[in-house]
């Protein structure tokens, strides 16, 4: 490496650690690629030119178990709400790095969906034992932040860890492409390991504009309709009800990415939500089978506490 790429080097974890710029905003700002931006920061890590310590803010592990134990989850961690949501990202984050290194053991076919916690929580898991990572769901670009591929090639890049990506949108214009998608091969044989997962981690979100990556991404008439068929929240581009059962719209056969089904029959799933508005729907991923293993924030499991009341 050169003087001038070891220079780089520094700088981009500069712009990524100290400033918090994305790596959208990097690879804009210095005229090089995102991808070029990540193996620099992998390569820094690599390297010893960037450190890592993660100090967990403080968990209520007895909270947590109590609430388990009312909601008929396996565990549930929660982390300290943050002065904003960027914050509580963060603490979230840094809390299911740790259940993800726990639960996620050699040999293990991991599923790994998108959000911005999930993306975090990343930076601060280290390494992986060898395993393979299934995308569970095509690619979201959220403005400011990365998507499922970039996430994917993070992972693809951890010694010994093979890769199994989705090279497709989500969302796609309408059903006959989205079924298209899923037969190509390459696509196919990604989603077809979603049914011998051994651990997932997707995020559940409030079906409504400030809590869903997808709620914004349709038409008014689809959200409307959505929410009229029952949905009060969203995992992987998948809906479903208060009871957690799948809520099937249109939008339902536009999305290429695992199935609700598929991550039922998941012998162990993290789910993360943080804000209390996300509640109703955490409480219904515990219920439907969708997720037994939730990482929340203090104010999602007050909520929580308030509908399941001891």
């Given amino acids: 490496m050169t003087q001038n790429d070891s220079n780089l080097m520094v700088e981009v974890s500069t712009d990524y650690y100290l400033d918090g710029k994305s790596k959208v905003e990097i690879a804009r700002d210095r005229g090089i690629s995102r991808f070029q931006v990540a193996r620099l920061l992998a390569q820094a890590r690599e390297q010893g030119v960037v450190r890592i310590e993660i100090t967990a803010p403080q968990v209520d592990g007895e909270r947590g178990a109590r609430l388990a134990a009312r909601l008929g989850a396996s565990e549930i961690l929660i982390a300290p709400s943050g002065q904003d949501p960027t914050a509580t990202r963060e603490h979230v984050a840094v809390e299911l790095a740790r259940a993800a290194r726990e ?27 060898h395993c393979d990572v299934v995308q569970l769901v095509g690619a ?6 990365g998507n499922s591929l970039a996430l994917i090639t993070t992972f693809a890049q951890m010694p010994g860890v093979r890769t199994w990506p989705v090279w497709s949108p989500l969302l796609v214009a309408d059903a006959a492409t989205a079924a298209g998608l899923r037969r190509q091969p390459e696509i196919a044989d990604a989603l077809s390991r979603a049914d011998r997962l ?3 981690v997707v995020a559940i979100g409030h079906w409504s504009e400030r809590s869903s990556t997808v709620f914004p991404q349709i038409s008014t008439e689809e959200q409307q309709a959505a929410t009229a068929a029952g949905a009060i929240a969203e995992c992987s581009g998948r809906l479903f009800d208060a009871a957690g059962r799948p809520v099937r719209t249109s939008l339902d056969e536009r999305v290429v990415g695992v199935t609700l089904e598929q991550l039922v029959a998941t012998p162990r799933v993290i ?18 089978g969708v997720a037994d293993t ?5 104010a999602a499991a007050t909520a929580l506490e308030t509908i399941v009341p001891g």
């Fill in 198 to 200: 051994d651990v997932a």
């Fill in 103 to 129: 639960h996620i053991t050699e040999g293990s076919t991991v599923g790994i969906s998108w959000s911005r916690t999930v993306e975090a929580a990343v930076r601060h898991i280290g390494q992986l034992p």
């Fill in 140 to 145: 979201l670009p959220v403005e400011g932040s």
């Fill in 294 to 298: 939730l990482v929340v924030d203090d």
């Fill in 271 to 288: 789910a993360i939500g943080y804000g209390s508005a996300v509640a109703p729907g955490l409480l219904a991923a515990v219920n439907g």
